[in-house]
């Protein structure tokens, strides 16, 4: 079956850097966008990146911008986030996202997303 893996999260200080990585499995993603998600403890699960299935067009949401990069690599069927000068504000468990249509542009909402992994935390204390 369709399987998205994170891995990559931990506890760092605030201006650190860390990156994550989602492994896909099951099927190849090499033509669908890919997203990153994460949910702070009380709050509502949030965009953060995506990216279209050619890395041609990124979207990033603003609160991380400039600070964050989302790639792939289709022949790894993986896709990653750099997130560097991290801040306590990004403390969440992340998720990966993939859309099953193939083509689509990057979307913010998680509804055009078919696939999740099952979460990466990633802790910024200060």
């Known amino acids: 079956q369709v399987q998205l893996v994170e891995s990559g999260g931990g506890s760092v200080q605030a201006g650190d850097s860390l990156r994550l990585s989602c492994a896909a499995s099951?099927?190849?993603?090499?033509?669908?966008?890919m997203g990153w998600f994460r949910q702070a403890l009380g709050k509502e699960r949030e965009f953060v990146a995506g990216?279209?299935?050619?890395?041609?067009?990124?979207n990033y949401s603003d609160s991380v911008k400039g600070r964050f990069t989302i790639s792939r690599d289709n022949a790894k069927n993986t896709v990653y986030l750099q997130m560097n000068s991290l801040k306590p504000e990004d403390t969440a468990v992340y998720f990966c996202?993939?859309?099953?249509?193939?083509?689509?542009?990057?979307?913010?909402?998680?509804?055009?997303?078919?696939?999740w992994g099952q979460g990466t935390q990633v802790t910024v204390s200060s």
């Open positions: 990216i279209s299935w050619n890395g041609g067009s990124l």
């Open positions: 099951g099927r190849t993603f090499s033509f669908n966008a």
């Open positions: 996202a993939a859309d099953a249509s193939r083509f689509r542009l990057v979307r913010r909402a998680e509804v055009y997303y078919d696939y």
